[in-house]
């Protein structure tokens, strides 16, 4: 069943898993209107974990953008000047595959909200993106705890638990 096969006329584009799941949710005496607005209702969802997996790959974009066109200005956001001069092209290195990264992450969530349309198989995507990004958040604080740097980086921990909110509430709300 391709993407653009429409069993109701004037409907939003639906999947064969979809008309299942509304088959299943509707008895067969309910009239065609009434099934038309459930059916709406069945289709609204997956627009929520659309929307927020867009707005967690445009984030991650935006970032992972950032880390790979200026790694050593991104760098010094975050440490100062104070790193020694044999060490900034290892720092700057490391920066631009941490964004590569994080560009992966950003890619996934785009291009799924894009062309997934099972409202079930978008909210598993953003619970993984939401433990991938608390994973990257914990590994931050980790590198500070286990004394590999001497303080947290602000940016990554307003932004990365923003994001782990977002896919949750687009994920079971």
């Not at 059916?39 to 935006?62: H, W």
């Not at 000047?81 to 290892?90: D, F, M, P, V």
């Not at 307003?158 to 896919?167: G, N």
Request: net charge negative; glycine share 8%; proline share 4%.
């Amino acid at each position: 069943m391709g993407r653009n096969d429409s069993f109701l006329p004037g409907s939003q584009i639906i999947s064969a898993s979809s008309v299942l799941e509304y088959n299943d949710r509707v008895p067969t005496e309910t009239p065609s209107f009434q099934r038309h607005l459930l059916y709406a209702d069945l289709q609204s969802r997956s627009m929520d974990e659309a929307i927020a997996m867009q707005i967690v790959g445009a984030i991650c974009l935006i970032i992972g953008m950032k880390m790979n066109i200026d790694p050593k200005g991104f760098n010094e956001e975050i440490f100062g000047k104070e790193a020694h001069e044999s060490a900034i092209g290892e720092m700057n290195a490391m920066r631009m595959a941490i964004g590569g990264g994080v560009l992966a992450i950003s890619a996934i969530n785009l291009i799924c909200s894009f062309t997934m349309d099972d409202a079930s198989s978008m909210a598993a995507l953003l619970t993984a993106s939401a433990v991938g990004l608390a994973l990257f958040c914990l590994t931050i604080v980790g590198a500070n705890l286990r004394g590999f740097s001497e303080s947290i980086p602000k940016l990554p921990m307003i932004v990365l638990p923003i994001l782990v909110a977002v896919s949750l509430v687009g994920a079971y709300l």
